[in-house]
């Protein structure tokens, strides 16, 4: 169980948008986790530790390109590897 490959530290913020400035592709090679308010959310699109939100999909809300619209919610956001 010992794992031999390094994995690369978690950056203050996070987009899994591959066309965001934020995606660091190396990142999702491994999964990650993230603890809002003390709950563990699947849903995140988005995360930004230093300012405390994270970007969660709308339910069934499309912009004009056909992408969920997201909601910042702001708390306590901690990221981590599974």
């Not at 899994?16 to 986790?33: D, K, L, M």
């Not at 959310?41 to 339910?59: F, L, N, Q, T």
Request: glycine share 6%; net charge negative; with cysteine.
């Amino acid at each position: 169980m010992n794992d031999t490959t390094s994995k690369p530290a978690l950056p203050d913020r996070l987009c899994v948008n591959p066309h965001s400035p934020h995606h660091v592709a190396e990142i999702f090679e491994h999964e990650i986790g993230i603890m809002f308010n003390g709950k563990e959310r699947a849903d995140v699109e988005e995360y930004c530790i230093s300012e405390g939100w994270v970007k969660v999909p709308s339910h069934k809300a499309l912009d004009r390109r056909g992408q969920p619209l997201t909601m910042t919610v702001k708390g306590k956001v901690e990221a981590f590897y599974r």
